[in-house]
């Protein structure tokens, strides 16, 4: 079991920079794969990206985030990052960190833990 907390939304305007932070508790953070999903008005909930448990060597990006997004994570601070450079109106959703066990995946139905979600919003 592990709780999530995500944190670092809000209005950016196309460009800018911003950084989310994804705070786990209850469980053995390092012993999760993690990964952010995005979800905007009217579409449905896709992953933005990746990574594996315990040293996360290895991450996945969604074609339309690579080369603007990073994904990275801090086993002492239990805490999952999502970097956003050159945002754009398009990134505008209700961001989710999620976890699961070892593996990642790109499906969120394969994530059985999920944190409440931070609105992300890029003005052109």
């Known amino acids: 079991q592990v709780q999530l907390a995500e944190s670092g939304g809000g209005l950016v305007q196309a460009g800018d920079s911003l950084r989310l932070s994804c705070a786990a508790s209850?469980?053995?953070?390092?012993?999760?794969?993690m990964a952010w999903f995005r979800q905007a008005p009217g579409k449905e909930r896709e992953v933005v990206a990746h990574?594996?448990?315990?040293?996360?060597?290895?991450?996945g990006y969604a074609d339309s985030v690579k080369g603007r997004f990073t994904i990275s994570r801090d086993n002492a601070k239990n805490t999952l990052y999502l970097q956003m450079n050159s945002v754009k109106p398009e990134d505008t959703a209700v961001y989710y960190c999620?976890?699961?066990?070892?593996?990642?995946?790109?499906?969120?139905?394969?994530?059985?833990?999920w944190g409440q979600g931070t609105q992300v919003s890029v003005s052109s």
């Open positions: 999620a976890a699961r066990g070892i593996a990642p995946s790109t499906r969120p139905n394969h994530y059985p833990y």
């Open positions: 990574i594996s448990w315990r040293g996360g060597h290895n991450t």
């Open positions: 209850g469980g053995a953070f390092s012993e999760f794969a």
